[in-house]
């Protein structure tokens, strides 16, 4: 057999473009036939089309790969179905910028051609973000891609909302709802993002209408005064108990208005009275409806003031109707006073505008019915938590739920399938789009110009990418689905809406795992952002690094419950782990000139020991995997092949590689290669693209590396007692090689070693039937057992064993003497300032107990430094 060359440099630019194609061409993302085994099925969380991945995205994309690649070599039926997400308000606001660059306003074009320039947009986008989750290397079954506006779930969502309006839980009602001024939409409570701002407390003077004095509010939005209903103290406050029922005079507004009683109001805020905004504030529109107050919307959908309003405000922004009423207030001796306060402003989160609670017609999910159904799903043990804390606040949200605003006034989404008669005034839900009114026969019909929220057609997701309502296939395989990996700050949003989905129309849960994946950090665990400039690109990381380095390091790091700490520097870990995977490989392969595979070649303990260990780190990635424990199982498959089979065994296997026996050298080699190829199986889930590329130019090798069984935990391969002599030997090594650190031994000179071993124990047979292996490890001249200390020998205590090493054969006796004493007189010196150190109370008593701990630690290892290099002075005496 010829040697087989890889290349010198591990260089993934040069294969792993080349490995994802023909993984794709080859149909190896999709689930193998029914076979008996359960199938394993994950739905990608579907980034927003319009949206590049972050390193957000590159931390979630991996783990759910490490799953999917695990389970298909598992021989499970796996499939992992890809995707994107319209994004609604996102993708417009993408469109409308452009058009504005062009000088063109969404509305000159026309709803249609508006439409059709999106639909552009998206493929252009869509095309980047695919590309980019093949390069992180997502083994995704791209013949089952979707789109959250193909037509197979355009179909789902409008089943779903008709089912709902038919089972009374949609309404359209006014409402108030997050409105953003410039993109003129609702939004979802999760498109708003909140931000301290400095601004003002205005104290100001509400007069009695009978002339009998005033009382006074404080606001933040003094503009908004021009919608107030009432004013309101809490019913228990005896300051204005005989004062509730009387009218107050509204300024600037020439409107009376009463003062009511709620509990609502904390008396111990200010002065305990509270002005009553209906139309502008949640907490007032409660208020509100429990006391029958008149709702006043002083805003027009621009964000200016509206009609409503005395004439001199309207038209206004409102920041500018606040600079007019304040001085109107004060002219008129109604202003008390202005102090700085800074308080919470929500902002759209596409443009950036401070959003306005907004009073509007809307249509709305009764979403009681379905939590109901979703938290019993979860208490019934169907739906399990990663980390199991997150199930507290899945319980929390669902338990105080409110209903859902699901209409967005946008033209890009899934328009409402509402019609109304023009004529008679009659309202519709259709599946089909109908040609004529039902009630009077009318053909003057309208469609609802709004569209519905994002995440109407997102939790659907698992099973309307099944092709539901469709009873087909695929839905009968793979719903529902096994696990969902996603990140915290969509728990309500998104997993608690599919859940209450899957309930309300399947009868079962959407899927069983919830893992929930933390946030990505900075090494100074800060959030990455654009102000700070601490941002991951993870394509970047692939161009430098490789797509392995990146998932693989993030999966390393990657604890449940804790967020990763990374910089670009962390990638080396898992750069580093590939480049040794190529080199050890690399190595064998090379090796192979003039060597004949065998058939059911004889094992060596050194051959079972390194099968144990592959077993134990296999039956370790199966526990760590089944908790989403992806920090343990990699750290299991890199301890393994690092240390296990770098480390150890492909050195100890140069034993016989190095044999002047041929039939040796074969038998060796043979085992040598299978254990790699079995190793390179252990670690594809973590790094699929170097394995894949290396299985490839093994001998022998069939197909691709992808669908290859995952190695199994098998009985006959388990052998703690050989693991424990094992052991023995490495401890040997490593004992005797930190001798030779520690004397300044060259690696020329051999030492003569010998071994005692102590009452009972039951490791010399190994020993001494090893010991050829141990003479290699340890570049040791002669290794011989012995039942006493050998005089002028150092001793190096072992578990169950005694060391003993000939070095005074090997160096300056007198030079090394005074080295030690030297070195142990500085030990002490150190040890005894540390002492002192501790000694002092008023160190003790400040310090942290880290700081102490630490000083500890010090003063232990100078003592155990000491006390050892006066061993060695005694053995050298």
Same mark, same amino acid.
């Given at each position: 057999m010829n040697a087989i060359e890889l290349a010198k440099a591990y260089d993934p630019k040069?294969?792993? =473009?080349?490995?994802?194609?023909?993984?794709?061409?080859?149909?190896?993302?999709a689930p193998v036939a029914p076979n008996g085994k359960k199938p394993f099925v994950v739905v990608i969380p579907p980034p927003n089309v319009t949206g590049v991945?972050? !390193?957000?995205?590159?931390?979630?994309?991996?783990? $759910?790969?490490?799953?999917?690649?695990?389970?298909?070599?598992?021989?499970?039926? *796996?499939?992992?179905?890809?995707?994107?997400?319209?994004?609604?308000?996102?993708? $417009?606001?993408?469109?409308? #910028? #452009?058009?504005?660059? #062009?000088?063109?306003?969404?509305?000159?074009?026309?709803?249609?051609?508006?439409?059709?320039?999106?639909?552009?947009?998206?493929?252009?986008?869509?095309? !980047?973000?695919?590309? $980019?989750?093949?390069k992180i290397g997502a083994s995704c079954d791209w013949s089952r891609e979707r789109f959250t506006m193909d037509a197979g779930l355009s179909n789902a969502v409008r089943e779903v909302f008709v089912t709902l309006y038919e089972r009374g839980l949609i309404y359209r009602g006014k409402y108030l709802v997050n409105w953003c001024p410039s993109c003129g939409t609702a939004l979802a409570d999760d498109e708003v993002e909140h931000e301290d701002e400095a601004g003002a407390m205005y104290h100001i003077r509400y007069r009695f209408a009978d002339g009998s004095g005033s009382v006074e509010i404080a606001t933040t939005r003094p503009e908004t005064l021009l919608g107030d209903t009432a004013v309101a103290c809490h019913p228990d406050d005896p300051r204005y108990q005989a004062l509730v029922g009387k009218k107050l005079l509204l300024p600037?507004?020439?409107?009376?208005?009463?003062?009511?009683?709620?509990?609502?109001?904390?008396?111990?805020?200010? *002065?305990?009275?509270?002005? @009553?905004?209906?139309?502008?504030?949640?907490?007032?529109?409660?208020?509100?409806?429990?006391?029958?107050?008149?709702?006043?919307?002083?805003?027009?959908?621009?964000?200016?003031?509206?009609?409503? !309003?005395?004439?001199?405000?309207?038209?206004?922004?409102?920041?500018?109707?606040? *600079?007019?009423?304040?001085?109107?207030?004060k002219s008129?001796?109604?202003?008390?006073?202005?102090?700085?306060? *800074?308080?919470?402003?929500?902002?759209?989160?596409?443009?950036?505008?401070?959003?306005?609670?907004?009073?509007?017609? $809307?249509?709305?999910?009764?979403?009681?019915?379905?939590?109901?159904?979703?938290?019993k799903a979860w208490r019934d043990g169907e739906v399990k938590f990663y980390p199991q804390r997150w199930e507290n606040t899945y319980e929390h949200w669902l338990t105080g739920i409110r209903d859902w605003c699901i209409s967005r006034q946008l033209w890009w989404g899934h328009r409402i399938p509402v019609w109304y008669c023009d004529h008679c005034g009659w309202v519709m839900a259709a599946r089909e789009e109908p040609s004529i009114c039902p009630k009077c026969q009318s053909t003057e019909l309208r469609q609802d110009e709004d569209v519905l929220d994002t995440w109407f057609s997102s939790w659907l997701w698992p099973f309307s990418v099944m092709g539901w309502p469709a009873d087909?296939?695929?839905?009968?395989k793979f719903y529902p689905t096994t696990a969902l990996v996603t990140g915290y700050d969509?728990?309500?949003?998104?997993?608690?809406?599919?859940?209450?989905?899957?309930?309300?129309?399947t009868g079962q849960a959407p899927f069983r795992d919830v893992y929930i994946t933390t946030l990505v950090r900075d090494k100074q665990g800060r959030k990455m952002s654009k102000s700070l400039g601490n941002g991951i690109d993870p394509l970047e990381i692939v161009d430098e690094f490789g797509a392995d380095a990146l998932k693989f390091t993030l999966a390393f790091l990657t604890s449940q419950g804790q967020d990763v700490l990374v910089d670009k520097e962390s990638f080396k870990l898992g750069s580093k782990f590939a480049n040794k995977v190529w080199n050890a490989s690399r190595f064998i392969l090379m090796n192979l000139e003039g060597r004949e595979l065998v058939e059911d070649p004889s094992l060596v303990d050194a051959d079972r020991w390194i099968r144990h260990r592959l077993n134990a780190a296999a039956a370790a990635v199966k526990e760590a995997l089944s908790s989403y424990r992806f920090n343990d199982a990699a750290s299991a498959v890199y301890e393994y092949f690092w240390n296990d089979f770098c480390d150890w065994y492909l050195e100890a296997t140069k034993l016989s590689t190095r044999s002047e026996d041929p039939a040796e050298k074969d038998r060796a080699v043979t085992v040598l290669v299978a254990t790699l190829e079995e190793s390179l199986r252990l670690l594809h889930p973590f790094l699929p693209f170097v394995t894949e590329e290396i299985y490839g130019?093994?001998?022998?090798?069939?197909?691709?590396?992808?669908?290859?069984?995952?190695?199994? =935990?098998?009985?006959?391969?388990?052998?703690?007692?050989? =693991?424990?002599?094992?052991?023995?030997?490495?401890?040997?090594?490593?004992?005797?090689?930190?001798?030779?650190?520690?004397?300044? @031994?060259?690696?020329?000179?051999?030492?003569?070693?010998?071994?005692?071993?102590?009452?009972?124990?039951?490791?010399?047979?190994?020993?001494?039937?090893?010991?050829?292996?141990?003479?290699?490890?340890?570049?040791?001249?002669? !290794?011989?057992?012995?039942?006493? #200390?050998?005089?002028?020998?150092?001793?190096?205590?072992?578990?169950?064993?005694?060391?003993?090493a000939f070095a005074r054969e090997a160096v300056d006796v007198a030079q090394l003497a005074a080295r030690f004493r030297k070195d142990a007189e500085k030990e002490r010196q150190f040890a005894a300032r540390v002492e002192a150190k501790l000694g002092n109370e008023g160190f003790t008593a400040s310090a942290p107990a880290d700081v102490i701990a630490k000083e500890r630690e010090k003063l232990e290892a100078a003592r155990a430094r000491a006390g050892k290099l006066e061993r060695y002075l005694g053995d050298l005496a």
């Open positions: 040069e294969f792993e =473009d080349r490995v994802y194609a023909a993984w794709k061409a080859e149909g190896h993302f991945l972050h !390193v957000g995205h590159g931390l979630n994309n991996s783990l $759910q790969d490490i799953l999917v690649r695990y389970h298909r070599m598992t021989g499970r039926p *796996t499939l992992w179905v890809p995707g994107t997400d319209h994004a609604g308000i996102a993708t $417009q606001h993408v469109v409308e #910028k #452009k058009l504005r660059e #062009k000088g063109i306003k969404r509305r000159d074009l026309g709803r249609e051609k508006f439409l059709e320039e999106t639909w552009k947009v998206k493929d252009e986008h869509h095309a !980047v973000i695919t590309r $980019q989750l093949e600037l507004a020439d409107r009376e208005i009463p003062l009511i009683a709620d509990a609502y109001v904390d008396r111990e805020f200010g *002065t305990g009275l509270v002005k @009553i905004t209906p139309a502008h504030d949640p907490n007032d529109f409660e208020v509100g409806n429990r006391h029958g107050l008149e709702r006043i919307n002083i805003l027009n959908p621009d964000g200016t003031l509206n009609d409503a !309003v005395p004439a001199k405000y309207r038209n206004l922004k409102a920041r500018d109707a606040r *600079t007019l009423v304040v001085e109107d207030l008129l001796g109604l202003f008390i006073e202005e102090k700085p306060v *800074t308080h919470a402003v929500g902002h759209c989160y596409r443009c950036h505008t401070a959003v306005e609670p907004y009073l509007s017609e $809307q249509w709305f999910v009764k979403m009681k019915p379905l939590a109901d159904k979703a938290l087909t296939a695929d839905l009968r969509i728990i309500f949003f998104w997993v608690a809406r599919m859940i209450m989905a899957g309930m309300e129309f130019k093994l001998p022998g090798a069939r197909g691709r590396l992808i669908v290859k069984a995952y190695p199994a =935990d098998e009985a006959s391969r388990r052998d703690p007692a050989l =693991d424990a002599r094992f052991g023995a030997l490495k401890e040997l090594v490593t004992l005797v090689r930190a001798l030779r650190a520690e004397f300044g @031994i060259p690696a020329e000179k051999k030492l003569r070693i010998a071994v005692r071993g102590d009452e009972g124990w039951d490791g010399m047979d190994f020993l001494s039937r090893n010991a050829a292996l141990a003479m290699l490890l340890a570049n040791a001249e002669s !290794v011989e057992t012995v039942t006493a #200390k050998p005089a002028g020998a150092l001793s190096l205590a072992g578990r169950g064993f005694e060391c003993y």
